[in-house]
């Protein structure tokens, strides 16, 4: 099999990621590195691309230290903590394991204080985090910070996927189901008055528990609540729920009305 190359297209994609995450550790005060990385039901998690110490710590942190960001990407909340290498949420991640497995890092390590990771609903399975390492505590002000930049964080993970031409067509079905996920996560914020990471956990526990794809329960809530189809382009793309859909589209409704 021959190596992939990178084209220059990629490399452009990639560097709008990179910048974004530039202007983010330019808007928290006290950022040591940022990340964007991807997390899916069935995959294992990866990096999309870092800044600073993040190249090494978010790594190091979905390959077996644990800690917030691996932490956001499997429950789908926002993960902040003031102290990352004592919060007993995470007891392999400690200031000395660091040292001892990357020191390369080592004179950074010491400084690592307070992260903040903020999932980003981005498709039927899985989800994008976007986080910060601070050398002080991270706090919900933090996160505010990361909220205001989710939808570039979503807009420049797109480009970036779509100028690898073998995930083209991947992304074109993950927009539509997108756009799906992004109607029925309103309404469950306007019914629950929650933030969207909420909402967004709603809409997967949901599916879960009825053993349906959020994308077909997106639909099925927005087309049950408007009364008409959904509108979605013609195609091998249309998202067509069932009837296990629909039913589980009632009871949320149903769960979501009471309050």
Known sequence: MRPRTTTGEQVRATALLEELLERIAADVPGTLG???SVHHDHELPRVAATHGLAAVFVP???NGFGGPVATAGRTGRPVVTADVCADERWPSLTLSGLLEHHPGSAADWPRVRGVAALPVAWDAEGTLV???ALDRPATEQTLDVLRRHQRLA????VVTEAAHPDRMNQMLDLLQSRAALEEAKGIVIALRRCEPEEAWTTLRRA???S???????AVALVELLAGAPAPQPDGERT?????????AAERLLRVLERG
Do not use: D, M, T, Y
Not at 154 to 157: M, Q
């Open 34 to 36: 940022a990340a964007v």
């Open 60 to 62: 190091a942190q979905l």
């Open 130 to 132: 976007l986080s910060v």
């Open 154 to 157: 979503a807009v420049a993970f």
């Open 207 to 209: 599916s879960q528990e």
């Open 211 to 217: 053993n349906v794809k959020v994308r077909e329960l």
């Open 239 to 247: 998202i067509r729920p069932g009837a296990a859909a629909r039913e």
